[in-house]
């Protein structure tokens, strides 16, 4: 496997993770970025750079898993039938 790809079995955890925390992570941090390691938030910040910039800093060893947050009106467009209007 190329060593700056996330191996398939850590992608499919993460998958998990993000299962269980998205409706959290939509309400907390709409329209950021997020990494999370280790099934945790690591970083929080405005771009994919600087959130692998954050987790390298407090010690993340490898690519964490990284997505860019909806805000309620991309939600509302992707996922017509779950809607974070009026948060």
Known sequence: MVNDMIDP???EG???WLE??????CWKYPGRYVAVYGNEI?????????VYRLA???GVPHFPFVMAVPRA????AALPSVSYLGS
């Not at 269980?20 to 992570?25: I, R, T």
């Not at 690591?42 to 600087?50: K, L, N």
């Not at 009106?73 to 509302?76: F, H, M």
Request: net charge negative; aromatic share 8%; charged share 45%.
């Open 9 to 11: 079995a850590e992608l």
């Open 14 to 16: 993460y998958n998990r």
């Open 20 to 25: 269980e925390h998205l409706d959290e992570v």
């Open 42 to 50: 690591v970083a929080i910040g405005d771009s994919y750079q600087e």
């Open 56 to 58: 390298r800093e407090k």
């Open 73 to 76: 009106e991309e939600t509302v």
